[in-house]
């Protein structure tokens, strides 16, 4: 190990994983360079945007603000690459396309995770409780219409599908 770089370990898409990175990098920037993970993207580099929202420890984060050395060995970080196989996410990712709501697709990775943040922990929202989940992603595209329709349209087939 470089005198300048710290070893971190952590879970990453579900499998335990370890790296050195320096003390300045950020999650966002160890996921792409070190792993070459691209779905998060970085957008402003403020946490203002939400294009580079991941999961650690169940809850989204801004990945250009939280710093790679500060992971521990329990965190559980996971990005889009890591819910290949999750119905809820499969379902979000579905009406997405269904409805129209991918257009540059910039935004996406970090709107479906929000969904998906939302979706697991209310089945059912309203309106309201939507455009809040979304309230921390901005699109350049879309309008959010069609993507708060597409969070709409997975909710009631996840109703469904109970």
Do not use: W
């Not at 990098?25 to 580099?45: P, Q, S």
């Amino acid at each position: 190990m470089s005198n300048n770089l710290i070893k971190i370990s952590f879970s990453l898409n579900g499998n335990k994983v370890e790296t050195e990175v320096s003390p300045q990098l950020t999650v966002l920037e160890m996921l792409r360079r070190n792993f070459r993970l691209t779905a998060a993207k970085e957008g402003c580099g403020k946490g203002e945007c939400g294009a580079c929202s991941v999961m650690l420890n169940d809850q989204p984060i801004n990945s250009c603000l939280k710093l790679a050395a500060t992971l521990k060995p329990g965190d559980r970080l996971v990005s889009v690459e890591g819910f290949n196989e999750d119905p809820l996410m499969k379902n979000i990712q579905e009406a997405y396309v269904e409805e129209g709501a991918v257009q540059c697709g910039f935004c996406i990775p970090g709107m479906t995770m929000a969904s998906y943040h939302l979706l697991k922990h209310n089945a059912k929202p309203d309106e309201h409780a939507i455009k809040q989940a979304l309230s921390g992603n901005i699109c350049r595209c879309t309008g959010y219409r069609k993507i708060e329709a597409a969070v709409k349209k997975a909710a009631e087939r996840t109703k469904a599908n109970e």
